[in-house]
């Protein structure tokens, strides 16, 4: 296992997740991260990207339904979705729960997460083959500006803020999702742990109000990222994100209306997440 | 190190914490658990009992905050106060920020945890030499079984579901705390992980049930407790715990009015959470 980073110190976690693996089912390696599936007793199969991981048989709704639903339950009827990043398929699968959803734009820079997630997360990768998605293995920025449409929702869901990731998360970024989505569509990216990476929060937050009307952040708990308690970071240009305009799609087995309602950080503690400076609440 | 168990596997955690240690300021054993003072150099001097962190001085307020504040919001004036456990006064701390509290007893069966957090944890220990506190350095059950006034609020801060905490999770004791608590007053107890221990969580709940009218489970973010998604069971004989009667005390860093209305677990979850059977959410 030594080659796999798999246990390896987290630079910017102070806290190291040890996972007991009692089966390497793959491992291997595309142009852009090494690739590990492995099999955990309590979690189940475990995709590993460079080390990290991204999400676990056991858990993955509670990311997948969060990334997707707050958004698209904010509209009637979302119609154009981008996801960028999320190859594996957990974000598409959500998103094409909402039967208004004609087109789901798949722009995950490289193919092989889409390949392990079908051959190893069939759960995961069941969307990947629906009539409505348009698989668009690009670069992120580089598709949103040849993108000539308008969107809905343009979710982010990369790897994390480092490495080639960063680019998701640039100005230049951030105006071009707001051109696409125009007045009335919203934005989220994920945006790291309120535990361990405040200042990078706060830094996402302000770059988004660069760009955006307005900026907002929602969590949820996530058991195997860093931190845990997780931020999805929202900008929108006059979209209300924190509304419900109806019922919740199902099956879900996290996000309801009621999560919908509380998921959104406090006023309170916002302030503080945006205080310069602060290193954690 | 070999003989401090701070990182051998939890039992009941599938995922095992490490943490870096710079220092060991303390070691020693009670007649009931071993202590280490530990410093790492993101959360500062751990106080660790039995090889399990029971705080950090960097985020040991999400903790004692939620441990105490909501229930005691939850009330025009509260005025009598029993913590079972919490011996360190992180807990204590809080409830005396309520200025209407007029005796606070402390009963941690083990009176080294006081001293250790006095030495090693002034801020932590900052209220144990107030005046409206009454040690009470003894058996939580037996507390209460001898205690012949009425409480506004029982607030049980011990060490997890395991060993000889367990004799603060049975019918019995939460009887005692229903006598003592009367119609009006609070009962509150930590309740483990919604991610982790679901089973555990569960148990709590359908025995508070039998001792009170109704029970109920609200939960916070901690980053050093295994699962993260840490939940607090309620005990109530009538009073409404959801909703707070008054302004938060200052200070505080993570408790605010909006913590309040949105720490409880939605309904659809808390039904998911009482199925028979299941393992997780």
């Given at each position: 296992?030594?080659?796999?980073?798999?246990?390896?110190?987290?630079?910017?976690?102070?806290?190291?997740?040890?996972?007991?693996?009692?089966?390497?089912?793959?491992?291997?390696?595309?142009?852009?991260?090494?690739f590990?599936?492995?099999?955990?007793?309590?979690?189940?199969?475990?995709?590993?990207?460079?080390?990290?991981?991204?999400?676990?048989?056991?858990?993955?709704?509670?990311?997948?339904?969060?990334?997707?639903?707050?958004?698209?339950?904010?509209?009637?009827?979302?119609?154009?979705?981008?996801?960028?990043?999320?190859?594996?398929?957990?974000?598409?699968?959500?998103?094409?729960?909402?039967?208004?959803?004609?087109?789901?734009?798949?722009?995950?820079?490289d193919?092989?997460?889409?390949?392990?997630?079908?051959?190893?997360?069939?759960?995961?990768?069941?969307?990947?083959?629906?009539?409505?998605?348009?698989?668009?293995?690009?670069d992120?920025?580089?598709?949103?500006?040849?993108?000539?449409?308008?969107?809905?929702?343009?979710?982010?869901?990369?790897?994390?803020?480092?490495?080639?990731?960063?680019?998701?998360?640039?100005?230049?970024?951030?105006?071009?999702?707001?051109?696409?989505?125009?007045?009335?569509?919203?934005?989220?990216?994920?945006?790291?742990s309120?535990?361990?990476?405040?200042?990078?929060?706060?830094?996402?937050?302000?770059?988004?109000?660069?760009?955006?009307?307005?900026?907002?952040?929602?969590?949820?708990?996530?058991?195997?990222?860093?931190?845990?308690w997780?931020?999805?970071?929202?900008?929108?240009?006059?979209?209300?994100?924190?509304?419900?305009?109806?019922?919740?799609?199902?099956?879900?087995?996290?996000?309801?209306?009621?999560v919908?309602?509380?998921?959104?950080?406090?006023?309170?503690?916002?302030?503080?997440?945006?205080?310069?400076?602060?290193?954690?609440?």
């Open positions: 296992m030594a080659d796999i980073r798999l246990f390896e110190k987290d630079p910017y976690a102070p806290i190291r997740y040890v996972y007991e693996i009692d089966q390497v089912l793959y491992r291997g390696k595309s142009a852009f991260q090494e590990a599936v492995v099999t955990n007793p309590y979690f189940g199969r475990m995709l590993v990207l460079d080390g990290v991981v991204q999400f676990t048989e056991r858990d993955e709704f509670y990311y997948h339904e969060m990334m997707a639903h707050v958004a698209l339950h904010a509209m009637e009827s979302p119609r154009t979705v981008v996801v960028i990043g999320g190859g594996d398929g957990g974000v598409i699968r959500e998103v094409l729960k909402h039967p208004t959803v004609e087109k789901a734009y798949l722009v995950d820079i193919t092989e997460v889409s390949r392990v997630s079908r051959e190893f997360f069939p759960t995961v990768g069941s969307a990947l083959s629906d009539p409505r998605l348009v698989d668009s293995p690009m992120g920025a580089a598709f949103l500006d040849g993108f000539d449409g308008t969107a809905d929702a343009v979710l982010v869901d990369s790897t994390d803020i480092v490495g080639h990731a960063r680019s998701l998360f640039t100005p230049e970024f951030y105006e071009s999702a707001r051109r696409v989505l125009g007045d009335r569509g919203l934005f989220v990216t994920l945006s790291e309120l535990h361990f990476h405040l200042p990078m929060v706060r830094e996402v937050q302000k770059t988004l109000k660069k760009a955006f009307k307005t900026a907002d952040l929602y969590t949820a708990p996530l058991a195997t990222y860093a931190g845990n997780w931020c999805f970071a929202v900008g929108s240009n006059g979209a209300d994100i924190r509304k419900p305009a109806r019922k919740p799609v199902t099956p879900t087995r996290y996000y309801c209306a009621e919908h309602q509380t998921c959104f950080l406090p006023r309170f503690l916002y302030d503080r997440v945006m205080e310069e400076g602060r290193e954690s609440l």
